[in-house]
């Protein structure tokens, strides 16, 4: 049992972050291609021609018995000496075979590596299912290890569910009134069943379950009916084809969700010919019958177990991916005799944030200690040594050919920009055309210090041709730069001596807001970018000082604020300063997520960044909006270019 009245500040809140794909959820995927090793979302992405060396849910491969492993990744049983550790099969240039713990290391490894880096990730809590937790805290503590990073502690699934529940809605019960509220999570791999007695002061778990099954092995069965049909008719999918074959099939589960029947296409099934595969929903109901019967099976245990009066309130939460699917949800609700309530979690997100929760308490369970010295541990970290020392050394390769890419790339478009009259075209174009193909062909596997060379040389041969140009572009940053100083000065030492703690009227504040818009409008025409920029942060300081608004006055309010963010980020556009042009456009979007414009000076901020799939991102968010648009449409082209060199460059690289 557990009380929580106390414990959990009313302004607790719990954010997921994205990753650098954008993305609040990371595939347990780990894969491999020729030298490189990727986890996440990278390892999705690999081709399917090399699905074998793609690993989803390694720490599965510790639980055998449960038939969650996906068959295409056979077990062995490991080669040195007598050990019978489960032991992945991998066909790659850096790794031939891994134990689990090793593949769930890189996992940890590649997902945490962004947060780490940019959102300053210190503490790390792991959620465990009920079940068999602590064979999997070991595990995990291990893989830990490996990946050096300091695991807190652990939460089980349950715990997590049941905590975020309780705090969504169980505190705002009457005093003295308790409800019965049984949380179904079906996740990819694993489906957590908990029932817990909830007051508004805490809750009592009177039951949980683990089934080691979930959407994952519904979509492997999904693809194991088709394979076997098509045999019957004496065809066979090709290797890539079954990789897309299984890719397909969540499609064809999420499209069964909301229709009686369905389609999905497998491009390229047999060599170069594609299918089309429909299924009614009654026949995948039969297909995944089995996962079916196991997770209703759980939830009898869970309703025995827990032994709650007949007439007892029952609230039903169906969470997790996989929650959606019809059957599995009618198949929950007949065993608790009750459908699934009203009240919602986040879905794919609940685990996580409740982990979230049960952390900021401080009620996560410790990490179990682990022997340091023993030899497998010991053999394994000299192996991630071996593979992180390959890996540093291909991104470093990678970074010295982004360097010359770059510069190819930047000089191309520096010929149409402002002053690019000065630039000798007839001079630098087969300059550049030499380097591009010097990248593709003599220097495809050239090391560090040859691409290193061969940037300084191009550098220099460039400068010598350019330097008219550059010297110009220098004076005209200089002069920009120079008058930005004085206008972020200026309004700093205005905010400071800002002695205006008058209580306008709403229309007297806002009509000097809108004047220094005006004013700045005004100074930016005549290419007085610094001045520009004062009036328009002076005009939203006047905005911030409004109080006691109606929703009209706050709604106007936030469309000049939003402007004036839109207008501070062309004065940075033109100082060519990329991240502030990204943060007041972003500043603008929290209160507009459809302004076109904002979007559009954030994605051309991005791609200048060389961030090119959030540029894509954002032209994709605006296009949709106006789908004419000229400059996005422009820009998109451009994106779309610089996305597909980078293709051609992984094909050129792994091969083929």
Not at 196 to 222: C, I, K, N, P, Q
Not at 428 to 448: H, I, K, Q, S, T
Request: aromatic fraction near 6%.
């Amino acid at each position: 049992s557990c009380t929580l009245r106390d414990s959990i500040a009313d302004s607790l809140q719990v954010d997921v972050l994205s990753n650098e794909q954008g993305s609040k959820e990371v595939p347990s995927k780990v894969g491999f291609q020729g030298s490189h090793r990727f986890a996440g979302d990278q390892a999705a992405s690999l081709p399917a021609s090399i699905a074998r060396n793609v690993i989803t849910a390694p720490q599965s491969f510790l639980f055998p018995e449960f038939g969650a492993v996906d068959t295409r990744h056979p077990l062995n049983d490991c080669s040195n000496g007598d050990s019978t550790l489960p032991f992945v099969k991998i066909d790659s240039e850096v790794c031939n075979g891994a134990a689990p713990q090793q593949l769930m290391a890189a996992m940890v490894k590649g997902t945490l590596a962004y947060h780490t880096a940019v959102n300053k990730t210190n503490e790390v809590y792991a959620a465990v299912p009920s079940s068999n937790c602590e064979t999997l805290m070991q595990a995990w503590a291990m893989a830990a290890h490996l990946a050096g990073v300091e695991l807190k502690g652990f939460v089980t699934v349950a715990d997590s569910l049941a905590h975020l529940w309780h705090y969504r809605f169980a505190r705002d019960f009457e005093e003295g009134v308790s409800r019965i509220v049984v949380i179904a999570d079906v996740g990819a791999h694993v489906t957590n069943i908990v029932c817990a007695r909830m007051t508004s002061s805490g809750y009592e778990t009177l039951s949980a379950r683990t089934v080691f099954a979930g959407g994952h092995d519904m979509d492997r069965l999904l693809a194991l009916h088709f394979e076997n049909k098509y045999k019957e008719t004496g065809k066979s999918f090709t290797k890539s084809g079954r990789a897309r074959l299984h890719q397909r099939m969540r499609a064809l589960k999420k499209s069964l969700s909301t229709m009686e029947k369905a389609s999905v296409e497998v491009e390229s099934a047999f060599g170069e010919e594609s299918a089309v595969l429909s299924l009614s929903r009654a026949e995948f109901n039969s297909i995944i019958g089995a996962i079916y019967n196991s997770i209703c099976e759980a939830a009898k245990e869970v309703r025995i177990e827990a032994n709650f009066a007949e007439d007892s309130e029952i609230d039903l939460e169906v969470t997790g991916g996989a929650g959606r699917v019809p059957v599995v949800k009618a198949g929950l609700a007949s065993v608790f005799g009750v459908a699934s309530s009203g009240r919602t979690l986040d879905d794919t997100l609940s685990v996580v944030k409740g982990v979230g929760v049960v952390a900021s308490i401080g009620l996560a369970m410790p990490v179990p200690g682990i022997d340091t010295d023993s030899e497998e541990l010991q053999a394994w970290l000299k192996d991630e040594e071996r593979i992180h020392a390959v890996q540093e050394g291909l991104a470093r390769t990678e970074a010295a050919r982004n360097r010359i890419e770059s510069l190819v790339y930047e000089m191309r478009e520096a010929t149409t920009r402002k002053h690019g009259e000065l630039i000798d075209k007839a001079a630098l174009m087969p300059l550049l055309e030499e380097a591009e193909d010097w990248l593709f062909e003599d220097g495809l596997n050239a090391d560090v210090d040859a691409l290193n060379t061969k940037f300084a040389s191009v550098q220099e041969s460039v400068k010598g041709i350019c330097q008219a140009f550059f010297d110009a572009v220098d004076a005209d940053k200089a002069k920009a730069e120079e008058e930005m100083r004085k206008a972020e000065a200026e309004a700093a030492a205005q905010e400071k001596e800002d002695h205006d703690f008058r209580k306008m009227k709403f229309d007297d504040r806002f009509k000097l807001a809108e004047k220094n818009k005006v004013e700045g409008n005004e100074l930016f025409k005549d290419g007085n970018f610094g001045p520009a920029a004062e009036r328009y942060i002076k005009a939203i300081q006047h905005i911030s000082k409004l109080f006691d608004m109606n929703p009209e006055q706050i709604e106007k309010s936030n469309n000049l604020k939003a402007s004036c963010h839109g207008n501070l980020a062309v004065c940075f556009l033109k100082l060519e300063s990329w991240e502030k042009v990204v943060d007041n456009c972003t500043k603008a979007l929290e209160i507009n997520g459809k302004n076109v414009k904002a979007l559009y000076r954030r994605a051309l901020a991005l791609f200048n960044k060389k961030d090119y799939d959030e540029s894509k991102k954002d032209i994709s968010a605006a296009l949709q909006l106006d789908a004419e648009d000229a400059a996005v449409k422009s820009l998109g082209a451009k994106v779309d270019r610089m996305l597909a060199k980078q293709k051609q460059k992984e094909k050129a690289m792994f091969g083929k």
